[in-house]
């Protein structure tokens, strides 16, 4: 439901309001709060007229978009034809506006009228209303408009305004004035006739809206009230402000009528807000207590009953005896007020017509017997005063099929002697607390007591039956006190109690079937049972009236949100005519219906989302926040952050017959798959929901329907994960996980691969060594045997030399062979060394030693080799003289070695120096500047027999390097190849000046 107001446009949905106003900065909101007028198209579109222009509404976007041609204009009335126009009355001038085509078209000297209002009837033909009392019917063809007076044809035309016009059944029309009042009026006939002129104090009645709310029934708003008219019958119903009615309208100044789809009539008023009516919470007649109006005497209605002339008593505790007309529905009083045939109090309890009689109950004031023809009471009993009554509390009565009067008090019953005019106590029937006495269709009495259970007797026979309440028996009565018991048409007896609810007992078993809170009662606190004529029971209760089927179990609760006076209803206080008119009495008044009128909705009410909030903040359609480009109410789908996966949602059923009767059911694809339902709470609270879709739904149970809504909205929600759990991570995972299981795998077959190569490797080096053993077992096997020979040979040659001294050229040949002699047994001794050392056979001797004198020693054997290969070859030596402790021929050998591999493999110098080092040791450092010898062989060279590829051309065994670095292992000391210098080769022979056995040159040693 939409209102305009003064003060903004407002959105009903039953339960609240939401209103639209002009804010300048947001873009789309309304431009005017000042609302004249509100039209809804064929085409579902929203207009509104305000006092500066007409706005049409987008729904989905909540957003209003001016149309400009309209701007700065005071809209006063909107229409649509069926062309697609809207038709525009703004400031008494006629616009027109193609909505396809976005145009406006202005009448002017083809409408030389003021225009007050534009109707559209159902034969499409579009009317104006004027200020001169004249329709003007529009004329498409020539686009000018046709003159009808609505006082007739040919009579005088009256000023005043026409303010509405309404269509009947047969194609006249309704037209409501300002100063006229209501005119029907024949179109094709011309005439006229008044409906409605003046008000009851002969004041013109000003018409403000004429509605058609049925077939034949229109309803009028005018400035003193609403009248409903029937133009079948010609009947007039007014209705106007009662001051002391809450149930009245609240302002007779009504200005706008509307009708909405379920039949439900909203009133606007200028001073009293907005009224509604509906048949459906109408089905309630309500009396109550008005002052200055004729009305019941008091609130809170007890007894109820109805005489032979059709009148009711109606007995209140608060206000004494009241008597309705049910022709006229006026009441008439019955207080206490001292004079002779008064009642004797206000507070009545028991009620019973006795013929012209009428037997009244009080509240300790005894017992009254009311003349009904004089309406006087004509006999007081006083307890203990001429008769047996040991009470004046006088509970209820009972008026048996054979005449006999039982009267319950709070201390036993009794039976009325119409000889003796006393009153019997019932023999045998304990004296207690009695709530409700009743003869069932077998002429057995049922007495209901407070806290001592059910009594069955009968008039007729001794003795009685109590049926009383069993902790362990879940089929005895289900509470002691019982306050009324009811025989239904079928002769079951049902029993109710304060507290445990519906009772039937069963005549066979004489046990009880219980129902309460459990079978869907709204309390357990019971009153009286009333069936209808569809055999359904209607229970009084502390909590509603209660519709109850017997066969079933089913029941349903009408409340105040129905049209109740109350929820809280009263003892021992219900009637039902022979019309099946059913009252019933509560503390604030006596309601009556008829079932029969209660009628199932058709209407197919449709349920919207309403609002939506994320962690108890309510979203909006834009902004940072936003999390939909549409509207809650027309949004199907809605994306969160994986930190919006709490939120709520609001919802509600388009009807407003009893919105707060309203049930809904929900469920959520994704999360559950059944209904879960809420009765009549319309929000859902969801908490932390997992990333995924989910899809929300609602349905609803109007008040009236036994059919839930199929016009359900759906709304998919979105979660997004957050980043470490959406498909992009999971796809980076993916490409993680590959990559290490690539790694892993090619880091495997690398290991394997490895291992295979070094496997290789050993088994290569194995063979090598095993080759490398051959090789020197082979050379020492030859040197070893080539040695015995040279030794043999060179002492001869040694004589040879000493005697051809007389002979030069021999002599110089043989020195020649001596020397050549002398080498190979040099390289046969030093392949004989070399095998001792790799079989750790070597042992050397530390004696302490000159270090410089044997470098000189060495240098001066190699300087001839040095001039005849042309080579700069120095020695640097500290002038200090340096000792330490060597084997001598090992060192000998070492830097023999190292000074002749620098001779052969130097191209211009040769430099030997000698340093003393860190740490207690001594370099000898040999310097050639050969080619370079690259740093990747750094370590094989040396290895035995190994030989770079420059160095193959010269003569050489390759193992002159592998016997030095061995050698100096043996010393505790090592020889490498030093890179420090780019324009030389430097060897480096480091040893330690002291060694762990030492010797002496006099033949002592020592140990370290």
Not at 691 to 720: C, D, H, M, Q
Request: proline share 3%.
């Amino acid at each position: 439901m939409w209102f305009g107001t003064k003060d903004g446009l407002n959105r009903f949905d039953g339960y609240s309001f939401k209103t639209y106003r002009h804010d300048p900065d947001q873009a789309g909101s309304l431009g005017n709060d000042l609302i004249y007028a509100l039209h809804h198209d064929q085409e579902q579109t929203l207009w509104v007229g305000t006092n500066n222009g007409v706005y049409q509404y987008n729904p989905a976007k909540e957003s209003f978009t001016i149309i400009k041609e309209t701007k700065g204009m005071r809209i006063i009335d909107l229409a649509s034809d069926q062309r697609g126009n809207l038709w525009i009355l703004s400031s008494f001038k006629i616009y027109l506006y193609q909505k396809r085509t976005k145009k406006i078209q202005a009448f002017t000297h083809n409408a030389p009228f003021d225009a007050s209002l534009v109707t559209v009837l159902k034969d499409s033909s579009v009317w104006i209303s004027t200020g001169k009392g004249t329709l003007e019917k529009y004329n498409p063809k020539e686009n000018n408009f046709q003159r009808f007076n609505i006082n007739g044809k040919n009579a005088k035309t009256e000023y005043g305004w026409v303010s509405r016009i309404a269509e009947t059944e047969n194609g006249n029309l309704l037209v409501g004035t300002t100063n006229q009042g209501v005119k029907l009026f024949n179109p094709v006939t011309l005439t006229s006739k008044n409906i409605l002129r003046l008000n009851d104090d002969q004041t013109p009645i000003f018409v403000r809206d004429i509605k058609k709310t049925g077939a034949h029934e229109f309803w009028i708003a005018t400035e003193s009230g609403i009248y409903i008219y029937n133009d079948e019958s010609g009947a007039i119903i007014h209705i106007k402000k009662q001051y002391n009615n809450d149930y009245s309208l609240s302002d007779n100044a009504v200005y706008t009528i509307c009708l909405d789809r379920e039949g439900g009539v909203w009133t606007g008023t200028y001073f009293g807000g907005v009224n509604y009516y509906s048949s459906h919470t109408s089905l309630f007649t309500k009396y109550f207590p008005q002052k200055g109006t004729n009305s019941i005497s008091g609130s809170d209605v007890r007894e109820i009953t109805r005489d032979g002339n059709g009148n009711f008593w109606i007995g209140t505790e608060d206000a004494g005896l009241n008597k309705l007309d049910a022709k006229t529905g006026i009441f008439k009083h019955f207080l206490p007020d001292g004079k002779p045939g008064s009642i004797a109090y206000s507070n009545i309890h028991g009620l019973l017509v006795d013929g012209n009689k009428l037997w009244v109950g009080t509240f300790e004031h005894g017992l009254d017997v009311l003349d009904l023809k004089t309406e006087k009471v004509i006999k007081h009993y006083q307890a203990g005063v001429g008769n047996a009554l040991r009470t004046n509390f006088i509970v209820t009565f009972c008026k048996t099929r054979s005449g006999e009067i039982l009267v319950g008090t709070i201390n036993g019953i009794y039976r009325y002697n119409r000889k003796r005019d006393d009153f019997e106590p019932i023999a045998g029937l304990p004296f207690i607390f009695y709530y409700s006495v009743i003869e069932d269709s077998k002429g057995n009495i049922w007495a209901g007591s407070f806290n001592d259970g059910l009594f069955q007797f009968n008039l007729s026979k001794p003795g009685y039956v109590n049926y009383r309440n069993s902790p362990r028996d879940a089929k005895s009565l289900s509470l002691n006190t019982v306050n009324s018991v009811f025989e239904d048409s079928k002769q079951q007896i049902w029993i109710t109690t304060d507290g445990g609810g519906l009772c039937r007992f069963d005549q066979k078993t004489h046990q009880f079937n219980r129902y309460g809170i459990k079978n869907g009662f709204p309390s357990n606190y019971l009153f009286r049972i009333e069936e209808d004529a569809v055999n359904k029971f209607w229970i009084s209760s502390t909590r509603g009236l209660i519709h109850f089927d017997p066969n079933t179990g089913l029941s349903k609760t009408y409340s105040k949100a129905n049209g109740l006076l109350t929820d809280q209803f009263n003892y021992s206080s219900a009637y039902q005519d022979e019309d099946g008119r059913t009252y019933f009495g509560s503390v604030k008044g006596l309601v009556s219906f008829n079932p029969a009128n209660l009628k199932a909705t058709s209407y197919e009410t449709p349920v919207f989302l309403t609002g939506f909030q994320i962690n108890s903040s309510e979203i909006g359609l834009n902004g940072a926040d936003s999390i939909s480009d549409q509207s809650i109410v027309y949004a199907n789908t809605i994306e969160l952050n994986y930190n919006q996966s709490s939120f709520s949602i609001d919802f509600a059923a388009l009807s407003y017959l009893s919105p707060e009767m309203t049930e809904y059911a929900y469920k959520m694809t994704g999360l559950y798959k059944n209904w879960e339902y809420l009765k009549t709470n319309r929000k859902v609270y969801f908490t932390k929901l997992a990333p995924g879709n989910y899809i929300f739904e609602v349905k609803a149970l109007v008040e009236g329907s036994s059919t839930w809504s199929t016009k359900n909205v759906k709304l998919l929600i979105k979660i997004r994960p957050p980043f470490y759990l959406s498909p992009i991570a999971y796809l980076l995972y993916l490409i993680a996980a590959g990559g290490i299981i690539f790694f892993l795998v090619r880091s495997y077959h690398r290991k394997i691969a490895l291992k295979n190569s070094r496997r290789m490797e050993v088994f290569e080096h194995e063979k090598q060594k095993e080759v490398y053993q051959a090789k020197i077992e082979f050379f020492t096997n030859v040197a070893h045997e080539i040695r015995t020979p040279l030794t043999l040979i060179i002492g001869p040659m040694e004589k040879l030399i000493k005697q051809a001294d007389a002979v030069p050229a021999i002599e110089k040949n043989l020195r020649i062979m001596g020397r050549n002699t002398d080498r190979l047994l040099k390289l046969t001794n030093q392949l004989l060394d070399f095998r001792k050392t790799e079989t750790s056979e070597f042992s050397l001797n530390f004696v302490k030693a000159d270090i410089s004198e044997i470098l000189k020693d060495v240098f001066l054997q190699f300087q001839p080799a040095a001039e005849q290969a042309d080579i700069k070859y120095d020695l640097h030596i500290p002038e200090k003289k340096l000792h330490a402790y060597i084997d001598v021929e090992a060192f000998y050998k070492m830097t023999s070695n190292l000074i002749d591999n620098a001779i052969k493999y130097g191209k211009t110098t040769v430099q030997i120096n000698l340093s003393l080092q860190e740490g207690d040791k001594f370099a000898v450092i040999v310097k050639n500047d050969g080619k370079r010898i690259p740093i990747e062989i750094k370590d094989k060279i040396f290895e035995p027999f190994f030989r770079g590829k420059e160095t193959e051309i010269k003569a050489g065994t390759g193992i002159g390097l592998s016997i030095s670095k061995s050698l100096a292992q043996l010393h505790s000391g090592e020889l490498y190849l030093d890179f420090n210098d780019r324009d030389f080769n430097i060897f480096v022979l480091e040893l330690p000046i002291h060694q762990l056995i030492e010797f002496n040159l006099n033949g002592k040693w020592k140990k370290l």
